[in-house]
Structure formats: C-alpha cells, structure tokens
C-alpha cells in the first residue's frame, strides 16, 4: 500500500512545465520546484520585463533569484529512481490529448484502461482493480476505455439506456418506455443486440464477399491496363511506321519526279541548242548569198550577171521554227499542277479519314464498373455541362442569342450567312459541342420546342424525315408540345406529365444512356434510352410551331 501511496503522489515529483520526473531540481522563494533547465528558459524570456514570477502561483520576484539546486529533493529523486518506482511516473501513464482520462482520479488524471457499461464511468489500473476483486462488481461489463460512454445515459431522464425501441429504433431508457414509447414495441437492449449480432454477421459476409469480388475486378482491371498500355505502344509503333511510310513514299515520289523533270530538261535543252547552232549555220551561209548578191548587183556586165544570178538566188531548204510551237514561260507548269492535283487529292483522302480515325481512338473501351446513375439534381450537377448554340446549323427563321445559347422563333427570315451545315427546310439548330462521356445540361423552354440529341452527319436540307429529329435512325427527341412524347426513327411514345418549363438532359455515351428528366425541386425520370452510341451525340432544338417560342441552354453552376 505504501508503494501505491508514493505512486499517487507522483506528480509531486514533476516539473509543472516539461512534465516530466525534476531533474537538476530548483525550488524558488515561493517554494514551488523545477527543472533548473525549464525555470532558467521559461525566466529568460522574462528579462525584458525585469520581473519575473512562478508559472504556478504568478508571485512575482525583483530582482531575479538565484538559482540553487535542492540538494534535498536531488537525493530523493535518486531514490525513488533506484526503487523503481520512476515507471509509474512518466507521461505515458496520464491522460493526454485524445486519451480516455480515468474518472476517478484527482489531480492529473491518468489513462483509463478499461470503460465500465455499468457504472457508466471510466478507470485507470489503480481505480480499476475494485472490479476485480469486489465480487458485486465482477458483475459488471467492463469494455475498453471509451469517451462514449456518457452516450448510455438517456438526455431526457439522466438514467441508463437499457431498452431498445424497435418502433423509433433508438435506445431508452425504462422512463422512456413508461412515457413517450408507451405501447411501443420494446426489448432490452441485449436482446436487440443478440439479434443484430446475427445481421452484423451476414452483412460482414456480404461485404467479404463484395471485398473479394473487388479485388478479383482489380486484378481485371490492372490486366486490362497493361494490356492498353502494351495494345497503345503497339499502335503508337505500327501508325508511325505507317506514316513514315508514306512520307517516304512521298518523298520518293518527289524525288522521282524531281529526276524526271531535270532528265526532260537536259532532252529539250539540248534539242534547243542542236536547232541554235543550225540556225547559226544558216543565218552565215544567208549571209554570205546577201554579200555575192549585193556584189553583183553592182556589176555592169550583163552576160556575167546573169550567168551567176541563178545559182546565188537559189536558196537551200531553210531550218526555220514554225512560232507556233514557241510557248513562252510555259513549259513544265503542267507538272506542277498535276503535282498539285495529286497533293488535294491526298489532302482531301486524309481530312476525310481523320475524323474516322479520332473517333476510332476514342471508341477504345475497358469493361469498367459502371457508376450509379445519379438521383438527385445535386448529383447530376456534377456532370453539367456547358453548351452552345452552332450559329452556322441555325435555320434562318431562328434568331440566337448573344452567347448563342438562346433560339427565338421568328416571323421573318435572319440574316445569315450561306453555310453547308446550316438546316434549310426544319426550324432547328444544333449544338457546337460534340459530347462523349457522362454529361447533363437543362432546356427552359416556352412554348413549343422538341429537345433532341443527333449525330453530326444528320441531313440538313431536304424536308423530309431525315433531316427532322427524332424521325430517323441519327436522332432522338422529345416533344414538349401541348402533350408530351419520345420520338425515334419516326416511332412516338406518348409520356402522361402534366406541363412544366425546365429539361434536364443525362447522358452517359460509354453505357448507352440517354435520359430525360423534368426538373423541379426534384428530378422526375420522364423518358430513358438504352442503347448504342457509334458518334458524339450534339444536342439540338426544334422550335415547330408559334413565332414567339423560345428554349434556352440553362448555364448550370
């Protein structure tokens, strides 16, 4: 008993200010003790104020005492060291920030060990020992030391929850059953648990066994990423093998028509310079009859005239070009608009085959688990995205915003542009994004309009079903007319709502999901699609009826 006096006593031997066992131990004129150390830090950043105090009691000294050390508690520590006692002392044994404090002790509180479900309290080894020994409270439930335990005890009454509700599923305690939970039905709270315990067991099972079927989709999975990352560097490899291949071949090509043309060029040029050196010959020997001929046109002897005049007038076939087949500036051009023709050609080859390619690439899939879609508008949010009207698909009876994401119907023709993608006939306009993935926008809409989602390539200028939402195969639309419906490839699904302005539109492209949504305080599912998407789907609207409709792409925070 004396060892666990000395024991509870054990703060007595601590410094106040590192708390730990006195070491080098001082006492000040107050007669409270520490550390020489701490007492010598904790005064030094006091020497600017010339006063300095206890941190205990905050009595003040002028000047600064001296410090001596206490020879007295110096040797007492010693023997409480050789004694063993100094275990029951450190900082590990008292209750710290996050520790469960015993509540019986006084002072500085020690850890609790255990947490008694009975005595609604919480015990260090020392106070703990009771239950035990005393055979009354062997009886007790006695759990790990738990700052909870205060949970046990009813709000209401201050006394022990015992009772469970199963009506209210809440604990309570037996004032409870006899007051507000009167007639309910009602079981300790053992036999809840026993029965739970039962529940507890096969729910572990089953997340068990969803914890293995995970791990086993892990494994799947990062399979699969080794497997895209060895299928990618692969096609990496193989495209840009493909491709060099063909600048090689383009450069052979350049290079073969480059020796074509220097070797007809050396042919022609030395052909000009054969006929150059003719025409030389020729104008010489001209010359020379020019010379004899004035000659003897000089000469007054008749019979010498015209014995030679025969012979110097005739003239020797003449080598002369006809002009007709000089062409100026113009001898190798048509190589080169051949070479240019080739060039379109491929350009036009390769522009058409691009987007094929791109949506290739992004068609690559892995068998992922699918999310759960979302219920609520806080999580379709998540997915919002914003859209914008295409100016240049806009049917001229349309007048779009500025931003572009508001279309107006109008009585007379705008002003726009002649564009290849524009809708001719159908009062309609897409969007200017084209969305993959998961995605959700909202349509406010008055009056009449048909919500739609397309592919790109959809008909523009017939006025016929191709080229209307939701009456072919690359669309599908739903009518917000004086009665609702879905519509695709021209089949109608009537929907019974009753009116409302505001679309919400969830797409999810890799799953095939297409739904629509009328959005209020909640979300109510007004038609959903299972299908396959092959392209990016734009969203569109198609304004049929009144001049005066409208329907707005909603900027979603």
């Given at each position: 008993m004396a060892q666990q006096g000395i024991q509870l006593d054990g703060a007595k031997f601590c410094c106040?200010?590192?708390?730990?066992?006195?070491?080098?131990?001082?006492?000040?004129?107050?007669?409270?003790?520490?550390c020489m150390s701490c007492?010598?830090?904790?005064?030094?950043?006091?020497?600017?104020?010339?006063?300095?105090?206890?941190?205990?009691?905050?009595?003040?000294?002028?000047?600064?005492?001296?410090?001596?050390?206490?020879?007295?508690?110096?040797?007492?520590?010693?023997?409480?060291?050789?004694?063993?006692?100094?275990?029951?002392?450190?900082?590990?044994?008292?209750?710290?920030?996050?520790?469960?404090?015993?509540?019986?002790?006084?002072?500085?509180?020690?850890?609790?060990?255990?947490?008694?479900?009975?005595?609604?309290?919480?015990?260090?080894?020392?106070h703990l020992q009771p239950h035990y020994d005393a055979?009354?409270?062997?009886?007790?439930?006695?759990?790990?030391?738990?700052?909870?335990?205060?949970?046990?005890?009813?709000?209401c009454h201050d006394e022990v929850m015992k009772i469970f509700c199963r009506t209210d599923q809440q604990c309570i305690c037996y004032l409870c059953s006899m007051d507000e939970h009167k007639g309910h039905d009602t079981v300790s709270a053992a036999a809840e648990r026993t029965e739970r315990q039962k529940e507890l067991g096969v729910s572990r099972q089953k997340i068990q066994q969803r914890?293995?079927?995970?791990?086993?989709?892990?494994?799947?999975?990062?399979?699969?990423?080794?497997?895209?990352?060895?299928?990618?560097d692969k096609a990496v490899k193989d495209s840009e093998k493909i491709f060099t291949e063909l600048v090689r071949l383009i450069e052979k090509r350049s290079s073969d028509v480059k020796e074509q043309i220097r070797s007809?060029?050396?042919v022609e040029a030395s052909r000009a310079e054969e006929l150059q050196e003719k025409l030389k010959q020729d104008i010489a020997e001209l010359r020379r009859k020019d010379a004899e001929l004035e000659q003897l046109s000089h000469t007054e002897d008749h019979i010498h005239f015209l014995h030679n005049y025969t012979s110097l007038s005739s003239l020797s076939e003449s080598t002369d070009l006809p002009s007709s087949n000089i062409h100026p500036l113009r001898y190798f051009e048509d190589v080169t608009a051949a070479v240019s023709e080739a060039r379109d050609k491929l350009q036009a080859i390769l522009t058409e085959e691009w987007p094929k390619i791109s949506w290739t690439v992004t068609q690559v899939d892995v068998l992922l688990p699918q999310p759960r879609e979302p219920k609520t508008r806080a999580e379709f949010l998540q997915y919002s995205r914003q859209i914008t009207l295409d100016p240049n698909t806009a049917n001229t009876n349309l007048s779009l915003s500025k931003g572009n994401r508001k279309a107006t119907l109008m009585g007379a023709e705008q002003l726009y542009s002649s564009h290849p993608d524009r809708f001719i006939e159908w009062w309609q306009v897409l969007s200017r994004e084209g969305l993959t993935g998961r995605c959700y926008w909202e349509v406010e809409h008055r009056g009449q309009v048909s919500i739609a989602v397309s592919y790109k390539d959809i008909s523009r200028t017939r006025k016929t079903d191709e080229c209307k939402f939701g009456c072919n195969v690359k669309s599908w639309a739903l009518d917000c007319f004086k009665s609702y419906q879905f519509r695709y490839n021209n089949i109608k699904t009537p929907i019974p709502v009753t009116r409302f302005s505001r679309v919400g539109?969830?797409?999810?492209?890799?799953?095939?999901?297409?739904?629509?949504?009328?959005?209020?305080?909640?979300?109510?599912?007004?038609?959903?699609?299972?299908?396959?998407?092959?392209?990016?789907?734009?969203?569109?609207?198609?304004?049929?009826?009144s001049k005066g409709d409208t329907a707005e792409l909603c900027k979603l925070k």
């Open positions: 106040s200010i590192c708390l730990d066992l006195l070491k080098d131990p001082v006492t000040i004129p107050c007669g409270h003790s520490y007492i010598k830090s904790c005064w030094d950043e006091e020497d600017q104020k010339k006063i300095h105090s206890c941190p205990q009691c905050r009595q003040t000294f002028i000047p600064r005492p001296d410090l001596v050390k206490n020879t007295v508690l110096a040797e007492l520590l010693e023997e409480l060291k050789k004694t063993g006692l100094q275990a029951a002392l450190p900082d590990r044994c008292y209750a710290g920030p996050g520790d469960v404090a015993c509540d019986v002790c006084t002072g500085r509180k020690l850890k609790a060990l255990k947490s008694c479900l009975v005595c609604l309290a919480s015990y260090c080894e020392q055979a009354p409270l062997k009886k007790h439930k006695l759990v790990e030391a738990t700052v909870k335990i205060q949970e046990n005890f009813c709000s914890i293995q079927d995970k791990e086993r989709d892990m494994k799947v999975l990062q399979q699969e990423v080794e497997a895209i990352n060895l299928s990618a007809q060029q050396k539109v969830y797409l999810d492209h890799r799953a095939g999901i297409l739904s629509f949504y009328s959005v209020s305080e909640t979300m109510t599912l007004l038609y959903r699609v299972q299908t396959t998407f092959t392209q990016p789907l734009y969203p569109g609207l198609w304004l049929p009826n």
